[in-house]
């Protein structure tokens, strides 16, 4: 009597027959650290209020995934009342002139003219973001401490804090590739002013200590 052979199971049949499982990409579930933990304020100008009562913070992140769930949620720049500020500063460093990390430096300053606010505002604050989290200044960033965005009538300012405005080489790096990676035109002059003479100006207008 001719035999036929074996078969198996159904249930090697189906095995066999259903494809490979996929397997889950690391990528998929692993979030991606950034070098530094960040903070970001909200300031909202109610004279009712102190200016430190009008200082809010909203989030700390330290991951890509976790800026881009924040920056998704908000509100952009070009959205924001007259008066209004964000601050975006390492965990740590408070937004103000007065912090230990901040009393001795200065700040980049870029002032945009109404028009820009359409136009620029929202894209530059975005890049300036990107700039910051992503250590972009190479070894300079290690004096970067935060940047802000100040909404206001006579044109809106953006600018980034560092520690130590006698730290000329740092500065003129940062100035320098901040401006770049803006793709600011050549004759655009940026400033850098520090804080001090900044909080002590007698004038509407505070001396450059260093341009690009």
Request: charged letters at 25%; glycine letters at 6%.
């Amino acid at each position: 009597m001719a035999t036929s052979e074996p078969r198996g199971t159904e249930s090697e049949e189906a095995s066999n027959d259903s494809p490979t499982p996929a397997v889950a990409s690391p990528e998929q579930y692993i979030k991606h650290p950034l070098q530094n933990r960040w903070a970001l304020w909200y300031f909202k100008n109610d004279k009712s209020k102190s200016w430190t009562e009008n200082l809010r913070l909203i989030s700390k992140f330290d991951t890509v995934e976790d800026f881009w769930a924040l920056y998704n949620h908000i509100q952009q720049p070009s959205k924001l009342g007259f008066g209004c500020d964000y601050c975006l500063f390492k965990d740590g460093i408070k937004p103000m002139w007065e912090d230990d990390r901040n009393k001795l430096g200065g700040r980049w300053l870029m002032t945009l003219s109404k028009q820009q606010r359409h136009n620029d505002l929202d894209r530059y604050w975005m890049e300036t973001l990107l700039c910051l989290i992503g250590e972009s200044f190479d070894e300079a960033s290690d004096d970067v401490c935060g940047a802000v965005v100040n909404v206001r009538p006579k044109g809106d300012k953006i600018a980034i804090w560092t520690g130590n405005c006698q730290n000329r080489e740092a500065i003129m790096t940062i100035g320098q590739q901040y401006k770049e990676r803006l793709s600011l035109p050549i004759k655009m002059v940026i400033g850098y002013q520090s804080h001090d003479d900044t909080s002590s100006k007698s004038g509407s207008t505070t001396k450059n200590m260093y341009s690009v």
